[in-house]
């Protein structure tokens, strides 16, 4: 343990930073999202992939931009308020296949999105799953995140919709 917090600790400072990244990794390869070759030492591959992570956090901290309350525009601190009970259902996708199918014509041209999807109906929802079934983990990880933003403006397309046709 001792070795991986130094390897943390050469990039973040924060203790709890580096407490937390170390627990992460630990807690990916007890979970099995994380796969180690049981050939090699543990602790190197632990090292690495704690090394790995606190660079990613470090670089993520460096892009962080700090802006004092007084200083912030007012279009960013406008929250949207969760809708009360009573609204809640005009903000439900009626039909998850119509979800479905609109977030298919937003992706039209993305096969990686289009293939995770295909995926997910086939009821390959974990990433394990996903992996296992051939898609690495760079183009799985940047599908996610592109089906992610194309589900969102789905739901905001919806919303619209809803609000004007009410």
Do not use: F, N
């Amino acid at each position: 343990m001792h070795r991986l917090y130094r390897a943390a600790r050469a990039y973040v400072r924060e203790a709890a930073t580096v407490h937390e990244l170390i627990w992460d990794v630990v807690a990916d390869v007890q979970l099995g999202e994380l796969t180690c070759d049981p050939a090699r030492d543990l602790g190197s591959q632990l090292a690495r992939e704690v090394r790995r992570r606190a660079k990613r956090a470090r670089r993520d901290a460096a892009r962080t931009v700090v802006v004092p309350l007084d200083e912030a525009p007012t279009d960013a601190l406008i929250i949207d308020a969760e809708p009360d009970s009573a609204d809640a259902e005009q903000y439900k996708v009626r039909d998850v296949t119509e979800l479905v199918a609109r977030i298919r014509e937003l992706a039209c041209e993305d096969g990686a999105v289009l293939q995770l999807l295909g995926h997910y109906e086939r009821g390959l929802t974990m990433r394990r799953a996903v992996l296992a079934a051939g898609m690495t983990q760079w183009v799985y990880r940047s599908a996610r995140e592109r089906l992610v933003a194309y589900a969102h403006k789905t739901a905001i397309a919806s919303r619209i919709a809803d609000r004007t046709a009410a």
